[in-house]
């Protein structure tokens, strides 16, 4: 796995070369349309020569000068052996790239400080094996430079490859740019081609690491003076555990406590108790000022929330999500609060 590390922009007044070759590679980047699905061709693989390639070039140039200067027949021979192996060397190169086809996984959702993975399946329909297949997410700030990880491709076969993104922050972002490179077989030329996938990836609020316990239930309309609850994450309301009950009225935490402490005793949630009380997760009421502290306790709740088996609700500015339980309701207040 190849994780992007981002750096901090470069001072154009300081690097003005620098500054200038990233304008222009952003502005290139940019024209180039989004898809999650790239098939290489002659159109959109690249080639120049590489530093160890333009030494080559040098040394050959001096070769023959001095082949020429002393009538080195053996000089020729072996200057024009040299070129001769560059020249295949460049077309295997090129065509080590061209003709392969790259697609793009729809990436899952992460969290603010996590890393998202780029799932990524090369396919070759060429009967030989393509070799030195190198992949990285660009940097955006330092477009030219990318972390690459290496792959093999065998004949009429794909391999699958999965590199790293660090996510900037909570939101929807859009994929940056990514990389595909070879230098395969002599490493003196190096082809790559830049593709722009279509596909975004969801950053969810980083959760709060310690938080408090979960909000005490609201009592449901008609069931007031009835309800009560703990202010202690769990709600008031369990009995010792009946043979028949689901498993998603079990309270598996506490069931964890004692089985840690060497009984074995489950117990289930009381329905008629839940019924009176509903789990409301209020933006307006987490004991924090900071928007993005608030957001961040809203996510370790719903996390909390989620894990215990609990039905909430979710309240922030502009939306209300109706009290639920469940990977769909836990998908549903994270977009909620990754998108606030």
Same mark, same amino acid.
């Given at each position: 796995?190849?994780?992007?590390?981002? +750096?901090?922009? /470069?001072?154009?007044?300081?690097?003005?070369?620098?500054? =200038?070759?990233?304008?222009?590679?952003?502005?290139?980047?940019? +024209?180039?349309?989004?898809?999650?699905?790239?098939?290489?061709?002659? $159109?959109?693989?690249?080639?120049?020569?590489?530093?160890?390639?333009?030494? !080559?070039?040098?040394? *050959?140039?001096?070769?023959?000068?001095?082949?020429?200067?002393?009538?080195?027949?053996?000089?020729?021979?072996?200057?024009? =052996?040299?070129?001769? #192996?560059? %020249?295949?060397?460049?077309?295997?190169?090129?065509?080590?790239?061209?003709? =392969?086809? =790259?697609?793009?996984?729809?990436?899952?959702?992460?969290?603010? &400080?996590?890393?998202?993975?780029?799932?990524?399946?090369?396919?070759?329909? +060429?009967?030989?094996?393509?070799?030195?297949?190198?992949?990285? /997410?660009?940097?955006?700030?330092?477009? &030219?430079?990318?972390?690459?990880?290496?792959?093999?491709?065998?004949?009429?076969?794909?391999?699958?490859?999965? /590199?790293?993104?660090?996510?900037?922050?909570?939101?929807?972002?859009?994929?940056?740019?990514?990389?595909?490179?070879?230098?395969?077989?002599?490493?003196?030329? +190096?082809?790559?081609? %830049?593709?722009?996938? @279509?596909?975004?990836?969801? %950053?969810?609020?980083?959760?709060? @690491?310690?938080?408090?316990?979960?909000?005490?239930?609201?009592?449901?309309?008609?069931?007031?003076?009835?309800?009560?609850?703990?202010?202690?994450?769990?709600?008031?309301?369990?009995?010792?555990?009946?043979?028949?009950?689901?498993?998603?009225?079990?309270?598996?935490?506490?069931?964890?406590? @004692?089985?840690?402490?060497?009984?074995?005793?489950?117990?289930?949630?009381?329905?008629?108790? #839940?019924?009176?009380?509903? *789990?409301?997760?209020?933006?307006?009421?987490?004991?924090?000022?900071?928007?993005?502290?608030?957001?961040?306790?809203?996510?370790?709740?719903?996390?909390?929330?989620?894990?215990?088996?609990?039905?909430?609700?979710? $309240?922030?500015?502009?939306?209300? !999500?109706?009290?639920?339980? &469940?990977?769909?309701?836990? #998908?549903?207040?994270?977009?909620?609060?990754?998108?606030?």
């Amino acid at each position: 796995m190849n994780t992007a590390t981002l +750096r901090p922009s /470069v001072l154009p007044w300081r690097h003005p070369l620098r500054a =200038l070759r990233n304008r222009l590679q952003r502005w290139f980047h940019e +024209r180039m349309p989004r898809s999650d699905t790239l098939v290489l061709t002659q $159109r959109n693989v690249y080639i120049l020569p590489t530093r160890a390639g333009l030494m !080559m070039a040098f040394t *050959l140039l001096l070769l023959l000068v001095a082949s020429i200067n002393y009538q080195l027949n053996m000089g020729y021979l072996l200057t024009f =052996l040299l070129a001769g #192996s560059a %020249v295949v060397g460049m077309h295997l190169c090129h065509g080590n790239l061209r003709g =392969l086809t =790259l697609h793009l996984t729809q990436p899952l959702p992460v969290h603010a &400080g996590q890393a998202a993975a780029l799932d990524i399946r090369l396919t070759s329909e +060429r009967k030989g094996a393509r070799h030195g297949i190198g992949l990285g /997410v660009t940097d955006p700030d330092h477009p &030219g430079d990318a972390h690459l990880a290496w792959t093999d491709v065998p004949a009429q076969g794909s391999t699958q490859l999965q /590199v790293a993104w660090a996510t900037p922050r909570r939101g929807l972002h859009a994929l940056p740019a990514l990389t595909a490179v070879t230098l395969f077989p002599l490493g003196t030329f +190096r082809v790559w081609t %830049v593709w722009r996938p @279509a596909a975004q990836v969801l %950053v969810y609020p980083a959760p709060e @690491a310690h938080p408090p316990p979960l909000p005490a239930g609201e009592p449901q309309p008609g069931h007031a003076s009835s309800a009560r609850h703990q202010s202690t994450g769990e709600f008031d309301g369990v009995r010792a555990y009946r043979r028949g009950d689901p498993q998603k009225t079990v309270v598996w935490k506490k069931a964890a406590q @004692a089985f840690a402490a060497g009984r074995d005793d489950l117990v289930s949630r009381d329905t008629l108790s #839940s019924q009176r009380q509903q *789990l409301w997760l209020d933006h307006a009421h987490c004991g924090v000022t900071d928007l993005e502290a608030r957001l961040s306790r809203l996510t370790a709740w719903v996390l909390m929330a989620d894990r215990l088996g609990l039905d909430y609700g979710l $309240r922030i500015p502009g939306r209300e !999500m109706a009290p639920d339980q &469940g990977p769909s309701q836990r #998908s549903r207040c994270l977009e909620a609060l990754a998108l606030v």
